[in-house]
């Protein structure tokens, strides 16, 4: 049995994270980086841009070989993970041979959800999770005319904004009453889907499909209120979730993802868990969540890479803070911590400035003088410093109302002064 | 090793808030004048001014969280390279950096950061007040770096001592065809001369009496070149072997035009053997034989200026340096080289001592900055061709109580002897002005030949 001192499964950001966290630490011990893909690592967030021809598939790894071969890493491509062995220190892989390790770390990310819908299990449709699925999808797009993307997050609003790029009649359903419910309030998500219908994209919110049917190549959605959308490409993107199932039977501790600690150790001692595969503590919650997105992936690795490589310099992971970006059609969203509802309401304030007129939008949430959220539409801050000044829940004192009115410039000063 | 890199250092308290930084960024880079679209971003904060601009980092969360491979630090420049045809906009980047050093630019639809304009930054150069300064020192450490260290590990110097420093620096760069001479002192006194039979040298070197130094390594560099071999003279001595003792040996290989090169390493005192007074311990100054009491007030003469008597002797090359000033040490450091295989050639490095001048043992750097600053110590070179000019500006000096203030030397200092010190510091300042502006004479120029 091949052994290795890391074990790292999965190769995109949390991975890749650790992996460098490792790296950083000890530079000699054997590390093995497991993927499943036939590629170089690459990120699911560039997938809509291949789709549309912006991202030549070719260029958008996220290492090359050099890279592993300079710092001693064994990269396999096809490996596929089927059961982990924490009692012997082992995984399996899909093709039954086995590796032993001393440290692993799960990194195995994330897969899409599939809504119960009839009609749906036995049609052909679209998902958007790997390079394969991008490439798919692609090479469908000269032949389609009409597509309905199911589901208003951010993967199925980039997918339906490239598809329109590329000439495609594109229609939105979404369940809930706006788009990108996750990260933005209705008021913001107007202005997002103002723009999408004057870039001819069709949005159906509140609107639940109550059937598909075969149709063609294609496909025909009935909704709930009887109408019915023609398509010849069926992009289904209501969200996604860890991927835990090869873990049953592991000894591995599961909530909704793997639940992990503040090192992003499981409960397994020599085990650990980042990404989007992780459930770790929230930030503004003491219970454990899932922050499926990219820079939290990110920080979780290098927790989790300095935790094996026992690296003194360790911290404790804060907490994930909900927070995206969004580009649509020239414009941008930036949504950074938590809407006044997820808090208390003690202490709570809430500023806005809006301008419908010129597609902007700012809101800002603070809670006892310290920031808990910023959500922009075409508005100017920078979402990592304001990152920062919530981790930090730096107190915003005598600041407070310069940050209200001018809160780049003020978290700019605030940072230089904390910072230093 | 890993490699060091360029930098632009932005010192908040001489900010005045002109904003002509980011004129002279968005000009180079966008063609344009508004300030939005600058890569630094200087903000108001409180009474001052602070700054927004890439760091460069050495572990980029920016690179880590680009999803399109479009961000990567450049293993030769150390600038995070920015690759546009690579970029889909995602702006995930901007939410990795906790120092507003990536943002959205409008109107050019795409991400923008400081690419320190290919190694020359416009905003540096716009900066009046001295508040961003390009640190290119890294090209030393990559430089030099690579070099061999001709001391051993573990020479016994104090905490904090900035002579093994100096030490170090410069015989990694003369290199190891040479012969040191280390007259009694601290740099013989810290092991570089040998103890139990062993020396902490790693290339010839001898401990001459304090009187003959100059005059020893004279007839070692005479005996090399005779047999036909290309062998450094390098003297490292200190300013009391140099400035008392040893001086009539000096001044006479000096005038000679030996082909040595003598670096006096001035710790204002013989430090080595318990703080005595030297010619170089300036007014006022506490040692153990200008003592401070009931009657003594320290030392009561002026320092003789020594590298300024090298100068009338007419040398290849006379210099003083800091370190403080590692790039104008470097480049004074090559120069003295280079005239010591033809003449005689001088360099006066002003060496900070911790347990000597009393003050803690992690601010050496910083005390000599102050001393440079406070024009205390004046920084200037000269050759028989082109004179004497200064290469630190010795206009807008600092107050010099922000320099005898962290000197315990100097704590009992009276208001009347501060003012000599003003006085003695602007007559140098004079003097060496005077100097500046004579330029090369021709009975000068014909020494040289």
């Known amino acids: 049995m091949q052994h290795t001192h890391y074990l790292i499964v999965g190769a995109s950001h949390a991975a890749l994270s650790a992996l460098h966290a490792i790296r950083l630490h000890d530079a000699e011990q054997e590390v093995t980086l497991l993927t499943r893909d036939d590629s170089l690592p690459y990120s699911p967030t560039v997938l809509p841009y291949v789709v549309s021809g912006r991202s030549d598939p070719g260029r958008v790894f996220l290492r090359d070989e050099n890279y592993f071969t300079q710092h001693k890493v064994n990269y396999l491509r096809g490996a596929k993970v089927r059961k982990v062995n924490a009692g012997q220190n082992a995984v399996e892989l899909a093709d039954g041979s086995e590796i032993g ?320 | 090793m890993g490699a060091a890199y360029e930098t632009i250092n932005f010192k908040a308290e001489a900010c005045d808030g002109c904003n002509d930084c980011m004129t002279a960024c968005v000009q180079a880079k966008a063609q344009s004048d508004d300030h939005l679209r600058s890569r630094i971003q200087i903000v108001p904060s409180g009474d001052g001014f602070e700054l927004a601009i890439c760091r460069q980092c050495g572990d980029p969360e920016c690179v880590l969280n680009c999803p399109a491979g479009a961000l990567a ?43 320190m304009c290919d190694g020359a930054p416009a905003c540096v150069k716009a900066c009046a007040t001295g508040a961003l300064k390009h640190v290119t020192t890294a090209r030393i450490y990559n430089e030099v770096g690579n070099l061999e260290d001709l001391f051993v590990p573990g020479l016994s110097g104090c905490q904090g001592c900035n002579t093994e420093l100096i030490m170090r620096h410069t015989l990694r760069r003369i290199g190891p065809d040479v012969v040191v001479a280390t007259p009694p002192g601290c740099i013989p006194g810290m092991g570089s001369v040998g103890y139990n039979g062993l020396t902490g040298t790693k290339v010839p070197v001898f401990h001459p009496l304090l009187t003959n130094t100059a005059s020893m390594l004279a007839g070692v560099r005479r005996q090399y070149k005779r047999s036909g071999r290309d062998v450094m003279a390098v003297a490292l001595a200190g300013d009391g072997g140099t400035a008392d003792v040893g001086f009539q040996s000096l001044s006479g290989a000096a005038e000679r035009g030996e082909e040595i090169l003598y670096i006096c390493v001035d710790n204002e005192g013989y430090m080595n053997t318990g703080m005595q007074r030297s010619g170089c311990t300036p007014y006022g100054a506490w040692t153990s034989t200008t003592p401070v009491g009931e009657r003594a007030h320290g030392k009561t003469q002026d320092a003789k200026n020594l590298p300024l008597l090298m100068v009338m002797h007419n040398c290849g090359y006379v210099a003083t340096a800091s370190t403080a000033y590692m790039e104008d040490l470097y480049e004074k450091l090559d120069r003295a080289i280079q005239a010591a295989r033809t003449g005689f050639a001088y360099l006066h490095i002003y060496s900070p001592c911790t347990t000597g001048w009393r003050f803690p043992s992690d601010q050496n750097i910083e005390v000599a900055r102050k001393a440079v600053e406070t024009n205390f110590v004046l920084l200037w070179e000269f050759n028989p061709k082109d004179g004497l000019h200064l290469t630190h500006p010795a206009d807008n000096a600092r107050p010099i109580d922000e320099y005898l203030q962290v000197l315990g030397k100097y704590r009992h200092l009276d208001p009347d002897q501060i003012a000599h010190i003003e006085r003695t510091l602007a007559n140098n300042l004079n003097r060496i002005r005077g100097f500046a502006a004579a330029k090369g004479t021709s009975s000068a120029a014909a020494g040289h030949a």
């Open chain 1, 101 to 420: 390790f001393d440290k692993l770390l799960l990194a195995t990310g994330a897969a899409p959800m599939l809504p119960s819908i009839p009609g749906l299990a036995g049609m052909k449709f679209h998902v958007l999770r790997t390079l394969a699925d991008a490439l798919a999808l692609r090479e469908a797009l000269p032949r389609i005319k009409r597509a309905v993307v199911l589901g208003g997050g951010l993967i199925g609003m980039h997918a339906a904004e490239n598809l329109a790029k590329g000439g495609v009649e594109v229609s939105v359903v979404e369940v809930q009453s706006h788009v990108l419910a996750g990260y933005f309030d209705a008021e913001a998500s107007a202005m997002i889907e103002k723009v999408f219908a004057a870039n001819g994209v069709r949005l159906l919110t509140g609107a639940r499909v109550a059937s598909f049917a075969p149709q063609g190549e294609g496909c025909r959605a009935t909704l709930a209120d009887g109408t019915e959308l023609d398509a010849d490409l069926l992009l289904v993107a209501t969200g996604v979730a860890p991927v835990t199932d090869f873990l049953a039977g592991s000894g591995i501790a599961t909530g909704r993802g793997v639940l992990v600690d503040e090192h992003m150790r499981t409960n397994i001692a020599n085990i650990w868990a980042a990404g989007d595969v992780a459930q770790a503590r929230g930030f503004f919650t003491h219970d454990r969540i899932i922050n499926g997105i990219l820079p939290d992936a990110v920080d979780q690795g290098r927790i989790a890479g300095m935790a094996m490589a026992e690296d003194p310099g360790t911290k404790n992971y804060a907490g994930g803070v909900p927070l995206n970006t969004y580009s649509f059609f020239g414009q941008h969203a930036v949504s950074v911590g938590v809407h006044e509802g997820a808090l208390e309401q003690a202490g709570v304030e809430v500023k806005k400035q809006v301008d419908a007129e010129q597609n902007h939008y700012l809101k800002i949430v603070l809670k006892d003088s310290r920031l808990a959220g910023i959500f922009g539409v075409n508005a100017a801050f920078d979402p990592g410093i304001m990152w920062e000044l919530i981790l930090r829940a730096i107190d915003l004192g005598d600041e407070k109302l310069a940050f209200l009115r001018s809160p780049q410039d003020t978290a700019r000063a605030l940072m230089s002064k904390n910072w230093r």
């Open chain 2, 73 to 115: 630090k450049n293993a030769g420049s150390g600038v995070i390279d920015w690759d546009g045809s690579k970029c889909v906009n995602c702006l995930l980047c901007t939410v990795g950096c906790a120092y507003g050093g990536i943002v959205y630019d409008a109107l050019s639809s795409h991400v923008i950061k400081c690419d």
